[in-house]
């Protein structure tokens, strides 16, 4: 997951409001149950020591959620009575509405609600073009498409020898419209940055695509056995989003796995555990966190400073460090900022558990890959 558009987050000094609101359930009476959730947010908040200003923002943006579309959900971030930052949530957050009041922005949930959300670019591909469709969590939307050759796409049944010029001619717009289709795919992808492209249409016609696409696309690229008219097609193109996250969390688990072998001096290509991450945080060595979210590590207290480098695991190393001011925070929290901050991504790795958790799991549920200068 690319963190970089919580950079806003990190441009205030806290405390911050964050706030999880579940906009997953809709009756009659919608409406009225968001206004009473905006109250009780709100509520809840001043107990843990909110300001007023920030108290009164969060309510008023929870109430102009009352006739919200959006399917899952919306988490808030606040501070100084201000809202900085309000991202749709691709799956409703668990356990309903939450709300936090602390030194640095609850981000550590956004990386299952918002991260393992794989964009894809559907192909509805015929014999003479395709249309692309594309999918999030969110929704779908028409992402263009592409118009090949009309004529001539069908075979005759004629067997006669003057009939087989004609079949080559079938045989060259077919190959045409294929490599076009494959052209208009990859710059859709990569207009849209998709991380996943699902082929849908007949064997051969996929088929035909697929070989003309980019090398550097053919680990994004998806078959689907359902036709573009069968009721099941949306429930397939689900399960094979499914797959990717998962298969993309088990090479994430994998290279994790094989990074903490040391090398011939000495060094590892992974870090576990909250002390040695913080060190790596402060050395700026962290190239792609790794989070189990609300695994035992992910709840320690850390002491951080103003700056996203100053943190430690005591309070009085902060001070050894030249740091007079410093707050008590969640580890997850403080090495996602950390990570946020010097470009490092991060990843959830619960698609892949918890059947292969036991060996290839970060300890206490926090790790990191490495870099090394």
């Not at 008023?60 to 899952?72: F, I, K, S």
């Amino acid at each position: 997951m690319d963190l970089a558009f919580l950079h806003p987050l990190y441009e205030h000094q806290g405390p911050w409001a964050s706030v999880y609101v579940d906009l997953s359930r809709h009756t009659e009476d919608t409406a009225h149950e968001r206004e009473l959730t905006a109250a009780a947010v709100a509520r809840e908040l001043a107990e843990q020591g909110a300001d007023d200003a920030t108290c009164r923002a969060v309510r008023e943006a929870v109430d102009g959620l009352r006739h919200a579309t959006d399917p899952h959900g919306r988490a808030l971030f606040a501070c100084a009575g201000q809202v900085v930052l309000d991202p749709p949530l691709a799956r409703p957050p668990y356990g309903g509405t939450t709300a936090d009041w602390a030194p640095l922005p609850h981000v550590a949930p956004l990386l299952d609600l918002v991260g393992e959300d794989p964009v894809c670019v559907v192909a509805y591909i015929d014999r003479k073009g395709a249309d692309f469709e594309l999918r999030s969590a969110l929704g779908s939307s028409n992402a263009g498409g592409v118009t090949g050759r009309q004529w001539p796409v069908h075979r005759t049944s004629s067997v006669d020898w003057s009939e087989r010029h004609f079949q080559l001619r079938v045989e060259n717009t077919w190959e045409h419209n294929a490599a076009e289709i494959a052209d208009a795919l990859a710059v859709c992808q990569e207009e849209t940055g998709a991380d996943l492209l699902i082929l849908v249409g007949d064997d051969r016609e996929r088929r035909s695509v697929h070989e003309r696409l980019p090398s550097r696309l053919q680990e994004r690229i998806a078959e689907a056995s359902r036709g573009a008219g069968s009721r099941l097609l949306d429930d397939e193109v689900e399960r094979l989003r499914d797959d990717h996250v998962r298969s993309r969390a088990r090479e994430d688990l994998d290279r994790f796995l094989a990074a903490r072998s040391r090398d011939d001096e000495g060094r590892a290509g992974a870090a576990e555990g909250v002390p040695a991450l913080v060190e790596a945080a402060r050395e700026h060595r962290i190239d792609e966190l790794l989070v189990i979210p609300d695994a035992p590590d992910t709840h320690r207290e850390v002491w951080i400073g103003e700056d996203a480098d100053q943190l430690a695991v005591r309070r009085t190393e902060l001070k050894t460090l030249g740091e007079q001011n410093s707050w008590s925070a969640r580890a997850d929290d403080a090495l996602l900022r950390s990570a946020v901050m010097t470009g490092a991504p991060a990843i959830s790795v619960t698609p892949a558990l918890p059947s292969e958790a036991a060996e290839k799991a970060p300890v206490g549920g926090l790790g990191a890959l490495l870099r090394w200068k």
